[in-house]
């Protein structure tokens, strides 16, 4: 489980996904996000701009990110 430090209150998505390494691009983010394939705390999350903030989960293809402060 990779581990992503906030440097503010919250992270959005699709920038959690690029900070992790496990899309290339904001443009891939919203499309595998838009496609029902990430996960946020079990539930399938649509919304780029979710905000994450310390102790949630996502989960894309496997991989698994934890936020933390």
Do not use: C, W
């Not at 920038?15 to 029902?36: E, P």
């Not at 079990?42 to 989960?59: A, C, H, M, P, T």
Request: hydrophobic share 40%; proline share 0%.
């Amino acid at each position: 489980m990779e581990e992503i430090k906030l440097r503010s209150d919250y992270i959005k998505l699709g920038q959690a996904l690029k900070a992790a390494n496990l899309v290339d691009s904001g443009v891939t983010a919203k499309l595998v996000i838009q496609d029902g394939l990430v996960s946020v705390n079990g539930e399938i999350e649509y919304q780029r701009g979710k905000k994450l903030v310390d102790g949630d989960i996502v989960s894309f293809e496997g991989e698994t990110i934890k936020i933390i402060k």
